[in-house]
């Protein structure tokens, strides 16, 4: 055996535990710490006396296996650890990779002239929001939204309009597209609609408009423009870049959080950015 068989031998048993070299001396079933340390000192002790060999005997399965088998049945705490490490390896890559994907669009992301804006439009944090007005979860977030608003003055918020489930989410966001391309109070709208009962679909929408005060035959010829099929098509694009398949989903700072994760998520997530600069700070 080579000292490269020998040494992957170990390696194997100390990245099973954990990467922890004092367990490996934790004999399995039948193996005592000894009997280890004599296998190695052998082997190595074999190389050295053999090294004129032209092929190095090689340890098979049938005795690899079973030592490695035992020693993982002798110690099943082991699995837990390496899943961990491999979840975390897994998420560590996640947001590296959601870090450079929105770098790289960071302007169409924040600051598309085209967007709904609510909150104070100078604020010092900016949460983006894609949604759809048929998302049952997106209508749980609403009242999250509203809090960080009232509590946060310093707080810019961005509703894009992401319309996934259903063409009626579609006619739905064609007319409130419109309606901020008309200089309608946006957050009086965008609440008004999840507020109603039922599918939301475009002639909603447009019952929504007349309460407010807009020409809904304005805004209904409107919604079927070219400038508003634009609108809708970077938000598509903006999800594909960042892998977003779901509503609602949320972009603050270099980081993108899926799902309606409640107000004290959000909240810790804004802080942090205040206070470092990352949506998670080091302890």
Same mark, same amino acid.
């Given at each position: 055996?080579?000292?490269?068989?020998?040494?992957?031998?170990?390696?194997?048993?100390? &990245? =099973?535990?954990?990467?922890?070299?004092?367990?490996? !001396?934790?004999?399995?079933?039948?193996?005592?710490? #000894?009997?280890?340390?004599?296998?190695?000192?052998?082997?190595?002790?074999?190389? $050295?006396?053999?090294?004129?060999?032209?092929?190095?005997?090689?340890?098979?399965? +049938?005795?690899?296996?079973? /030592?490695?088998?035992?020693? @993982?049945?002798?110690?099943?705490?082991? @699995?837990?650890?390496?899943?961990?490490?491999?979840?975390?390896?897994?998420?560590?890559?996640? =947001?590296?990779?959601?870090?450079?994907?929105? +770098?790289?669009?960071?302007?169409?992301?924040? $600051?598309?002239? $085209? %967007? =709904?804006?609510?909150?104070?439009?100078?604020?010092?944090?900016? &949460?983006?929001?894609? !949604? $759809?007005?048929?998302?049952?979860?997106?209508?749980?977030?609403?009242?999250?939204? +509203? %809090? &960080?608003?009232?509590?946060?003055?310093?707080?810019?918020?961005?509703?894009?309009? !992401?319309?996934?489930?259903?063409?009626?989410?579609?006619?739905?966001?064609?007319?409130?597209?419109?309606?901020?391309?008309?200089?309608?109070?946006?957050? =009086? !709208?965008?609440?008004?609609?999840?507020?109603?009962?039922? %599918?939301?679909?475009?002639?909603?929408?447009?019952?929504?408009?007349?309460?407010? #005060?807009?020409?809904?035959?304005?805004? +209904?010829?409107?919604?079927?423009?070219?400038?508003?099929?634009?609108?809708?098509?970077?938000?598509?694009?903006?999800? %594909?870049? &960042?892998?977003?398949? #779901?509503?609602?989903?949320?972009?603050? #700072?270099?980081?993108?959080?899926?799902?309606?994760?409640?107000?004290?998520?959000?909240? /810790?997530?804004?802080?942090? @950015?205040?206070?470092?600069?990352?949506?998670?700070?080091?302890?």
């Amino acid at each position: 055996m080579t000292r490269l068989n020998v040494t992957l031998i170990v390696l194997v048993a100390i &990245l =099973a535990t954990g990467l922890g070299a004092s367990l490996w !001396f934790r004999p399995a079933p039948g193996l005592t710490e #000894g009997d280890v340390r004599a296998i190695v000192s052998s082997e190595l002790t074999t190389t $050295d006396s053999a090294t004129e060999m032209t092929e190095a005997p090689v340890l098979d399965s +049938a005795t690899l296996d079973p /030592m490695i088998e035992a020693y @993982l049945l002798a110690n099943p705490s082991i @699995l837990e650890k390496m899943s961990a490490a491999l979840s975390a390896e897994h998420a560590a890559l996640a =947001a590296e990779r959601d870090r450079k994907a929105i +770098a790289s669009i960071h302007d169409e992301i924040f $600051d598309d002239p $085209d %967007q =709904a804006v609510v909150g104070n439009p100078d604020g010092d944090i900016t &949460l983006v929001e894609l !949604f $759809d007005y048929n998302c049952s979860y997106c209508r749980t977030a609403l009242p999250d939204m +509203a %809090q &960080l608003i009232a509590d946060d003055p310093n707080l810019r918020i961005v509703l894009k309009e !992401f319309p996934i489930l259903s063409q009626s989410s579609v006619e739905a966001a064609r007319i409130a597209i419109a309606a901020t391309r008309a200089g309608v109070d946006y957050w =009086a !709208f965008h609440s008004a609609l999840f507020s109603g009962r039922g %599918q939301v679909t475009g002639e909603a929408a447009l019952k929504v408009i007349e309460t407010l #005060g807009l020409d809904k035959d304005a805004i +209904a010829a409107d919604a079927e423009s070219d400038a508003v099929t634009d609108v809708i098509r970077k938000s598509y694009d903006i999800a %594909q870049i &960042l892998s977003i398949n #779901g509503t609602p989903a949320f972009i603050i #700072g270099d980081e993108v959080v899926s799902g309606a994760v409640g107000m004290d998520a959000l909240k /810790m997530r804004i802080d942090n @950015l205040r206070a470092c600069g990352k949506t998670v700070c080091d302890s």
